[in-house]
């Protein structure tokens, strides 16, 4: 499966309803059966198979975003900050962003982030670098 925008996080983009300079933002790890669907997933209550195991802690953690406008090429680019789990056992296939509000059948879905293989670590640190959304205006 390849990396997107799921879609109901363009249509609250359009509306308001996120705010990339304001608004806190998670990533999680997934398991290569987690199966993204950018029509029907919305909400963070609607993936499944999220990575579990030592160091890793569900919901997985804070990410800063930065906003960057590109008048020239006429596009907007959202970069996610790397993040990482310090001694950790896991193996995940991707990442799912999200607008964390606090309550899963809450909190928009943003990105998903498709490793391309399991990725796995055994008591070392899990990091993913930083990951860029480009969307062309």
Not at 94 to 115: E, M, Q, R, W
Request: aromatic share 8%; with cysteine.
């Amino acid at each position: 499966m390849a990396s997107l925008i799921y879609n109901s996080a363009i249509d609250d983009m359009a509306r308001g309803a996120i705010d990339f300079d304001t608004d806190t933002f998670k990533a999680m790890l997934v398991t290569s059966t987690y199966a993204p669907d950018r029509d029907a997933h919305d909400w963070l209550n609607d993936v499944t198979n999220e990575v579990t195991g030592t160091g890793y802690s569900t919901g997985g953690v804070t990410c800063a975003c930065t906003v960057t406008k590109d008048t020239a090429n006429d596009r907007v680019t959202l970069a996610f900050a790397a993040v990482s789990w310090p001694t950790s056992t896991i193996t995940a296939r991707g990442l799912v962003i999200y607008k964390s509000t606090g309550t899963a059948s809450a909190d928009p879905l943003v990105a998903y982030i498709d490793f391309g293989l399991n990725a796995s670590t055994s008591n070392g640190t899990f990091s993913v670098e930083s990951s860029v959304i480009t969307m062309q205006l």
